[in-house]
Nanobody, 126 residues
Framework: QVQLVESGGGSVPSGGSLRLSCAASAYTSDYYWMAWFRQAPGKGREGVAA???????VYADSVKGRFTISQDNAKNTLFLQMSSLKPEDTAKYYCAADRRFMTSGVSLEAPTYTYWGQGTQVTVSS
């Protein structure tokens, strides 16, 4: 069982930056896929970015070049650095994890992931 706790959300103007953090209760740098998802009001949960093996990453087209996913292995923490934020990035952001023994093919599909945090709100004003 892995507990995930997100932090770092807030309100920023368009063009601003935020860094989200996700603290995991267990060592997740090896043999886990880690990901960020978001859900805006009235919309489905959308995969934003995922990482496996510390360096194998995948991003949604809507955030490529603006968001960066990374891990701090020593602190069991996942990050999402968000820059050039847009109003359409407004959503509740969730951290997710799933135990996997391969680092290739990391997914942005929500049903792939077993463990979820409670989310942190990001609001971008125009």
């Amino acid at each position: 069982q892995v507990q995930l706790v997100e932090s770092g959300g807030g309100s920023v103007p368009s063009g601003g930056s935020l860094r989200l953090s996700c603290a995991a209760s267990a060592y997740t740098s090896d043999y886990y896929w880690m990901a960020w998802f978001r859900q805006a009001p009235g919309k489905g949960r959308e995969g934003v970015a995922a990482i496996a093996g510390g360096s194998n990453t995948v991003y949604a087209d809507s955030v490529k070049g603006r968001f960066t996913i990374s891990q701090d292995n020593a602190k069991n923490t996942l990050f999402l650095q968000m820059s050039s934020l847009k109003p359409e990035d407004t959503a509740k952001y969730y951290c997710a994890a799933d135990r996997r023994f391969m680092t290739s093919g990391v997914s942005l599909e929500a049903p792939t992931y077993t463990y979820w945090g409670q989310g942190t709100q990001v609001t971008v004003s125009s």
